[in-house]
T-cell receptor
Framework: QQQVKQSPQSLIVQKGGISIINCAYE??????FPWYQQFPGKGPALLIA?????SEKKEGRFTISFNKSAKQFSLHIMDSQPGDSATYFC??????????????FGKGTTLSVSS | KAGVTQTPRYLIKTRGQQVTLSCSPI?????VSWYQQTPGQGLQFLFE???????NKGNFPGRFSGRQFSNSRSEMNVSTLELGDSALYLC????????????FGEGSRLTVL
């Protein structure tokens, strides 16, 4: 119940294309869903986050779509660029509970954007 | 302002030894969390400290421990190292429990031989 399942494991997209990464969860107590981007040798950095009372959030080229009934959320990267090549992690947490800021991460998606 | 600082960045230990890793959070951040990152298990939550008290703990054996000081700096310790403890250990800070973005450091890469 604590798992967050992420797919695909790897993704190759042409420059200018749309990258889509999907995540699914079971625990309905999760109330915060962030996406992190990690470059080699660096720590993860927050890209965008959403709460379950919102179905979509957009920040620049990055959009989170959230489907509460299906317990799924996805990251869309529009106009993908070579600089977007990185590993992306979805995550979930129960901020309103004693769990605090503890994040449950998906296994990650390695995105390669070819020029 | 300065980000989360972790030291050392790289270290090599042998089985049975112990290791202490240090984390300085972003100024003003009072919550510090630790995560283990491995190729097989991904990113896994170790523990969270707030106001010098452990508030939450992940599913790791008692060999993994930590503490937080009054200036919010944190250390984690792994005793009796095993080969499987080889990993990138990441520290993250946030303003408070359940509040604000988690900012990660670049990690301490531990290799156990």
């Amino acid at each position: 119940q604590q798992q967050v399942k992420q797919s695909p494991q790897s993704l190759i997209v042409q420059k200018g294309g749309i990258s889509i990464i999907n995540c699914a969860y079971e625990n309905t107590a999760f109330d915060y869903f962030p996406w992190y981007q990690q470059f080699p040798g660096k720590g993860p950095a927050l890209l965008i986050a959403i709460r379950p009372d919102v179905s979509e959030k957009k920040e620049g080229r990055f959009t989170i779509s959230f489907n509460k009934s299906a317990k799924q959320f996805s990251l869309h990267i529009m106009d993908s660029q070579p600089g977007d090549s990185a590993t992306y992690f979805c995550a979930a947490s129960m901020r309103a509970s004693q769990a605090g800021t503890a994040l449950i991460f998906g296994k990650g998606t390695t995105l390669s954007v070819s020029s | 302002k300065a980000g989360v600082t972790q030291t050392p960045r790289y270290l090599i230990k042998t089985r049975g030894q112990q290791v202490t890793l240090s984390c300085s959070p972003i100024s003003g951040h009072r919550s510090v969390s630790w995560y283990q990152q491995t190729p097989g298990q991904g990113l896994q939550f170790l523990f969270e400290y707030f106001s010098e008290t452990q508030r939450n703990k992940g599913n790791f054996p008692g060999r993994f421990s930590g503490r937080q000081f009054s200036n919010s700096r944190s250390e984690m310790n792994v005793s009796t190292l095993e080969l499987g403890d080889s990993a990138l250990y990441l520290c993250a800070s946030s303003l408070g429990r359940g509040a604000g973005e988690l900012f990660f450091g670049e990690g301490s890469r531990l290799t156990v031989l």
